[in-house]
């Protein structure tokens, strides 16, 4: 049973820049769900994609977008990123649209500058 | 606003002691509870779940909930300095998302 991967490990952006992080989902799991964790805070929830479909949005702005592909596996995209953005970005699998018992990945940190 | 509170510690426990961790959540229609384990620098790891109103025992570890209270807690048996991480709750109405605590800190001194 493959675990849920994350890529990359680390990423330094500046100021007004886009990221796109990815998560690929655990073998035989179809929801994804992303999470930001600031440095000594809990995750917070970004959103979830169940079967390719958003399914439950934090409050997070819209430049915080995502994707689901058919395989499951799913992309972060956060455009003009700002200080605050500098994270570390999660990524969980679940199986079914109410996603109970979640697994993380290993996350990608994300500093801006 | 869905809320879950845990004392942020450092909770600091001697070893082969017993460590017990508090959650207290807001939202009444809460009905999934799970504890994860996190280490610095490394991701949540989940250790435990529970569902019913009680005790659930799974090796050294016991997660209590009582949702009159709007309670669970963690209970480590034969605390090891491996244990020593953060410990965060997460609480999961049905249909809806994860809202996870701050965490508590847990160091288990040798």
């Known amino acids: 049973e493959t675990g849920v991967t994350q890529s990359p490990t680390h990423l330094i952006k500046t100021r007004g820049q886009q990221v796109t992080l990815r998560c690929s989902s655990q073998?035989?799991?179809?929801?994804v769900s992303w999470y930001q964790q600031a440095l000594g805070q809990g995750p917070q929830f970004i959103f979830q994609?169940?079967?390719?479909?958003?399914?439950g949005r934090g409050n997070f702005p819209p430049r915080f977008s995502g994707l689901q592909f058919p395989n499951y596996s799913s992309e972060l995209n956060v455009n003009a990123l700002e200080l605050d953005d500098s994270a570390l970005y999660l990524c969980?699998?679940?199986?079914?649209?109410?996603?109970?018992?979640?697994?993380f990945g290993p996350g990608t940190r994300l500093t801006v500058l | 606003q869905k809320e879950v509170e845990q004392n942020s510690g450092p909770l600091s426990v001697p070893e082969g002691a017993i460590a017990s961790l508090n959650c207290t959540y807001s939202?009444?229609?809460?009905?999934?509870f799970f504890w994860y384990r996190q280490y610095s620098g490394k991701s949540p790891e989940l250790i435990m779940s529970?569902?019913?109103?009680g005790d659930k025992e799974d090796g050294r570890f016991t997660a209590q909930l009582n949702k009159a209270s709007q309670y669970v807690s963690l209970l480590i048996r034969d605390s090891q300095p491996s244990d020593s991480a953060t410990y965060l709750c997460?609480?999961?109405?049905?249909?809806?998302?994860?809202?996870f605590g701050p965490g508590t800190r847990l160091s288990v001194l040798p």
């Open positions: 969980a699998s679940s199986l079914g649209g109410s996603g109970d018992e979640q697994f």
């Open positions: 073998s035989g799991h179809n929801t």
């Open positions: 994609y169940y079967r390719e479909e958003e399914n």
């Open positions: 939202d009444r229609g809460s009905q999934s």
């Open positions: 529970i569902y019913s109103n």
């Open positions: 997460a609480v999961k109405v049905y249909g809806q998302n994860f809202v």
